[in-house]
């Protein structure tokens, strides 16, 4: 099935980046890391127990420090009360088995004696219904290994005429366990079947090659694959400890006050701030695990491992030793993944002893010096846009967050790399500026306010609001203006917090031109972080971790919010969310959307002149345009898909219905073309740098590949090149 993708979002910050969904249920589970970034948990249970309680000192200081938190800091506290506790209740449960796929009736009708009370407790700091629940969780573990063990040891027909539901929504919990086994059965049959559906479709292909298999022995294979495929999942289930599900449950508690307030243990936190920064200290290598191995999957250029020269991509890892004086190391083979990367990683200076197994079967053992590692995917970098000779050239540049490096050192600012980006292009005598925040979840404050002053004059950028006072109203102070010309700012439905100050900024200035799709994400809340520390004097129960706190909502220099709003292009494209409800409106308990003064505001550096007629320009465009048909009609087709959540578990049913869909995605496939005038090209600045490094080479090929078949930079592109025919422009926005 396939899953629409979420967005991530301020930090004094406006930390979105992280929250959609940081929430780590405990059933969830990734494969992929990086060396210092993926989710670091090891091995020590810094709560203890396992994971039914009972509770600790620490787990009690925890609560208390929360709870202490947000009624003092939290820009809307909410009384703690049986309405809490029904909340509370209702996300818990909605986070922990939110497919009806775990917990019965019976379960809930135990739990439910708890949902008035889940108040008292966390008041108290005790834990009975989070204890429950995970004993509930534990053993419902047990039994569904047994029942998919036992479904998937026999082999399946599929001539009953069966649906499944595959919307936990829309079930009501399975009565008891035969109910329970029930679904379980039409799940098991369900993954089989899809399959099995893959397989026959290959075989029936004309340029099938190779030996066709019989219908037995398809069925056969993929049920054993999906075996393989439950038992690895169930292995890192039943490896979790009572410090990542009692997270999920202190963020079922923060979440209740809105969707960006969220516990972070103390190595969560630290993950956080390199997600933040676009920067660690490690080796500098990506790694991915099957389950029992792990392997490296690139070396990122200009880190440590790329430097030394001998790490190569295809090595597994079969022991980490911290420096070449640790002689024996640590057998990481079966290890989580995280807990590989916390070995691996480590301060700038000190050395990590890998010993790895070639391809070949040969072993090699790599002594790496770590260092900082800057991850240049995650940074703004530039292109030169035009149509052929005689066009003029215009600068494009992608910004993916607006990321920040809070530390001493500073090490990171979107702000400086976007003003760099600028003057590089300049110098290439570009005519026209794109800004591209497309899919950006948002950043630094800080930094957003700054680069918004890299175009106007100086003047206020946003308001910020904290509880029971007067906006503040956070003003670029610099007169200079880094780039005057003409200015189009790019937005989508993922474009959230940061990016839609800028771009409700600019929009309000009249000093560029907002297109995208329908809306951008409609987050206009700040946060920031609580060290839970410092709320208490016991030395034994720390690290607590650290809160992120929504104290504050932002407001767009003419008062109004973007805060479940957003914003609203001047020019809409189509879009292939277009008819799909994104957005904050979407979460649990948002704050909601309010309005304040606006305060004054001018700007000389440059006006659109004539934005009605940009927009009928580009619509005339857009309407004519057969790609941007497609869009629309696969928007619609998208909105009809997620809509559709039953399926036929009858094969013939099924093969029909997916084969109709398989036609249905065909034909939106491959719609995005080389645009033949397009050129998106590097500046002469980057280029020698590219060449540096063949993976680097490869990866900016990619990208421009792709950009030359983006069709709506393309006519962002072409909507620049009508505001150039007309020129700057001083009336006011129409």
């Not at 309405?83 to 009736?105: A, H, I, N, P, W």
């Not at 099995?196 to 290959?202: A, F, G, N, P, Y």
């Not at 030996?211 to 039943?238: G, P």
């Not at 400086?416 to 950006?440: P, Y």
């Amino acid at each position: 099935m396939r899953h629409l993708p979420k967005p991530f979002g301020l930090f004094e910050i406006d930390t979105f980046l992280s929250d959609m969904k940081r929430k780590t249920s405990f059933l969830f589970f990734s494969f992929v890391g990086i060396v210092g970034i993926a989710l670091l948990i090891n091995r020590f249970d810094p709560f203890g127990g396992g994971g039914g309680g009972p509770e600790t000192e620490k787990e009690k200081a925890l609560m208390q420090a929360v709870l202490q938190g947000i009624s003092r800091l939290h820009f809307q506290p909410k009384p703690i009360d049986d309405t809490f506790s029904k909340q509370v209740y209702e996300l818990y449960l909605k986070d922990v088995d939110g497919g009806k796929r775990f917990l019965t009736q019976k379960d809930i009708d135990q739990l439910k004696a708890y949902e008035t009370k889940l108040d008292d407790q966390a008041v108290a700091g005790t834990f009975e219904f989070f204890n429950l629940s995970a004993q509930m969780l534990d053993s419902s573990l047990v039994k569904t290994q047994a029942w998919y063990r036992e479904i998937l040891s026999k082999p399946m027909e599929f001539s009953k005429n069966q649906t499944i539901e595959t919307d936990g929504k829309k079930l009501n919990w399975a009565k008891n366990d035969s109910e329970l086994r029930e679904r379980w059965e039409k799940w098991m049959k369900y993954d089989v079947l899809s399959r099995v559906d893959d397989e026959l479709s290959k075989q029936e292909k004309a340029d099938f090659k190779g030996d066709k298999k019989t219908f037995a022995q398809i069925e056969s294979e993929q049920r054993a694959k999906v075996l393989d495929n439950y038992d690895k999942w169930y292995k890192r289930l039943q490896k979790l400890d009572r410090t990542r599900r009692l997270e999920t449950y202190m963020n079922a508690i923060t979440n209740v006050f809105d969707p960006h307030t969220g516990y972070y243990s103390p190595k969560n936190k630290e993950n956080f701030d390199i997600q933040m920064s676009g920067k660690l200290e490690g080796i500098g290598a990506r790694l991915q695990s099957d389950g029992e191995k792990t392997s490296v999957t690139e070396i990122v250029p200009g880190g440590p491992a790329w430097k030394q020269g001998e790490l190569q991509v295809k090595d597994v890892v079969l022991k980490v030793a911290q420096g070449p004086n640790d002689a024996e190391g640590v057998d990481v083979m079966g290890w989580e993944i995280d807990d590989v990367v916390s070995k691996i990683r480590g301060s700038k200076g000190t050395q990590v002893t890998l010993t790895v197994q070639r391809a070949d079967g040969s072993q090699k053992v790599i002594t790496i010096t770590r260092d900082v590692v800057i991850m240049e995917e995650g940074l703004a970098k530039s292109l030169l846009l035009n149509s052929g000779s005689g066009t003029p050239v215009v600068g494009y540049i992608y910004l993916p967050k607006f990321y920040a490096d809070f530390t001493p050192q500073g090490v990171t600012s979107c702000a400086q790399d976007v003003a760099k980006e600028i003057n590089k292009l300049k110098r290439e005598g570009i005519k026209g500026l794109i800004l591209d925040l497309r899919e950006n979840g948002g950043g630094s404050l800080r930094d957003v306010v700054q680069m918004s002053g890299l175009f106007i004059e100086d003047g206020p950028i946003v308001q910020v609001k904290s509880r029971n006072r007067k906006a503040e109203v956070m003003e670029d102070n610099d007169e200079s203006v880094l780039y005057s010309d003409p200015l189009i700012v790019m937005v989508n439905g993922f474009s959230a917090s940061a990016s839609e100050i800028l771009a409700a900024a600019m929009q309000d200035y009249g000093r560029a031109v907002i297109v995208g799709s329908t809306g951008s994400y409609g987050k206009g809340t700040v946060q920031r972080f609580l060290d839970l520390d410092n709320s208490t004097g016991n030395e034994s129960v720390k690290p607590l971790g650290e809160m992120k706190l929504t104290i504050q909502k932002f407001y767009r220099i003419t008062g109004k919010t973007t805060q479940l709003n957003g914003v609203t292009p001047d020019i809409v494209l189509p879009d292939f969310y277009n008819f799909i409800e994104i957005g904050e409106r979407e979460n649990d308990y948002p704050l909601e959307s309010t309005t304040i003064e606006q305060v004054a505001f001018n700007q000389n550096a440059y006006h659109v002149p004539d934005l009605g007629k940009l927009r009928d320009n580009s619509k005339a465009r857009v309407e004519s345009d057969e790609t941007f048909k497609k869009v629309t009609e696969n928007a619609q087709r998208l909105r009809k898909k997620r809509d559709m959540t039953q399926y036929s578990l009858q094969l013939e049913k099924f093969r029909q219905n997916s084969k109709k869909e398989e036609e249905e995605a065909k034909s939106f496939e491959n719609i995005f073309k080389p645009i033949e005038i397009f050129n998106p090209e590097n500046p002469m600045a980057d280029q020698e740098y590219i060449k540096s490094d063949t993976g680097r080479v490869a990866r900016n090929d990619s990208w421009i590949k792709e950009k030359k078949k983006d069709i709506q930079l393309y006519e962002t592109y072409r909507i620049m090149l009508d505001m150039l025919a007309m020129g700057a422009g001083t009336a006011d926005r129409k």
